[in-house]
């Protein structure tokens, strides 16, 4: 097994830029319930590696939220059901062993204080969920507040009174404090703007380095937000493993390198990550798509690249995962590559996506056999869409690579 050398802060850090673009609006809202939260800590005293936790916490605490819809819900205070992507978010993480650590801090990041405070729960693990939960509440009013007036000094009384009122209830009596004390002075609301939240977390960043990780603990984190991607929509359930599996076993036809396989299957399960940033009805559309619909989807592969090319130790995986759409002739997007320019791996990932559509249910189809696959895959060959090469090596394992593509959803719904 192979291990990469990798920030994990980092990783997350880039990743996390991902769960912001589901809120299309919202953008940062993570790394600026992040910085609240940390304010908050810090004005408290917190220790090191509660203060690390606390902010791995943040940037993370609405990885249980895919769709869309469920994200315009959270401008509410409160709201029927808001523990539901806390609980999918906790089990998310709790599959990673480099995150479980986080889980129970983002499965009651909703939970109020009177409720939390005699749960069976690390003091410490209840604080953090709380100052999220209070974090979060922060930002939220902020940007309903700034809907029609974008000065945000005009509601901060309005949002700290909203805040104090809960103070007992919904948050700890010593976090009211904390947020009513380092939210008095004008600096702390400017510093909510997206230039300074970035360079806050920079210097989180900044304060950690590199480390081996191996392959499995790595992927565990990817398939994280596979999930999520893949959640969007039911018809794209386990594509994203499955694209993964599928790109690692082509890549064994190949004789390629233990590590390159690993590579190909982190590339396959990062590929559509830049999905996110696209409504839930534009995945599920029946029909065909507009000029204007199909201008939203090709964005998707350069958010990929976009998330993926600051952390460094992956630059060839973001790579292969953002050049899925490309082409052999260069018609594909959105960097228009060819042949001339496409790696053998970027190939691959680009077959593996397409085989493993087809293999799947979508709402203008039911899945394809894999003689059907294989036919339209030769028909793009012969369009020089996909490379020839790549799909002969399919054809020769045909009913082996169609099993390995449907074995990640068939896992699920094991």
């Known amino acids: 097994m192979s291990t990469f050398d990798i920030n994990l802060h980092e990783t997350l850090y880039s990743l996390s830029n991902a769960l912001d673009l589901v809120g299309i609006t919202h953008i940062r809202h993570g790394k600026r319930v992040a910085f609240i939260a940390a304010e908050c800590g810090k004005y408290l005293h917190w220790p090191g590696q509660c203060m690390d936790d606390l902010f791995e916490a943040a940037i993370l605490h609405d990885i249980g939220v895919a769709k869309t819809v469920v994200h315009s819900r959270l401008s509410q205070f409160e709201w029927e059901e808001e523990s539901e992507h806390c609980k999918i978010g ?134 994280i937000f596979s999930y999520v991607v893949d959640a969007k929509s039911p018809f794209t359930k386990a594509h994203s493993d499955g694209v993964a599996r599928l790109a690692k076993f082509i890549g064994s036809l190949w004789n390629l390198p233990q590590e390159r396989c690993e590579m190909l299957e982190l590339a396959g399960l990062l590929h559509d990550i830049g999905k996110l940033r696209l409504p839930d009805a534009l995945l599920e559309k029946p029909g065909k798509l507009t000029l204007e619909e199909r201008a939203q989807i090709k964005r998707h592969s350069f958010d990929t690249y976009n998330i993926l090319k600051n952390i460094k130790g992956m630059e060839k995986i973001s790579e292969w995962a953002a050049q899925h759409h490309e082409r052999m002739d260069g018609s594909g997007y959105p960097y228009h590559l060819d042949q001339s320019t496409l790696s053998l791996e970027a190939r691959i990932v680009a077959v593996a996506d397409v085989f493993q559509a087809l293999a799947q249910k979508r709402p203008y189809r039911d899945p394809l056999s894999p003689d059907e696959i294989m036919k339209i895959l030769k028909e793009q060959v012969d369009d020089e869409k996909l490379d020839r090469e790549v799909v002969h090596s399919v054809d020769c394992q045909l009913q082996a690579c169609w099993e390995v593509a449907i074995s990640a959803q068939q896992a699920r719904v094991e």
């Open 90 to 223: 906790a089990s998310l993480l709790q599959s990673s062993p480099l995150l479980e650590k986080i889980a129970p801090m983002v499965r009651h990041h909703h939970t109020h204080w009177s409720e939390l405070k005699d749960m069976a729960l690390p003091m410490e693990t209840k604080q953090i969920a709380n100052c999220i939960y209070l974090a979060d509440r922060v930002d939220m009013l902020s940007l309903s507040s700034q809907i029609d007036n974008p000065n945000l000094l005009l509601f901060k009384d309005e949002i700290r009174e909203k805040i104090q009122g809960k103070q007992g209830d919904f948050f700890c009596e010593e976090l009211v404090e904390a947020f009513l004390s380092i939210s008095r002075s004008e600096a702390f609301w400017f510093s909510l703007e997206n230039e300074h939240v970035d360079g806050y977390s920079n210097t989180w960043l900044s304060e950690t380095s590199v480390q081996k990780i191996d392959f499995q603990d790595l992927r565990s984190i990817m398939l």
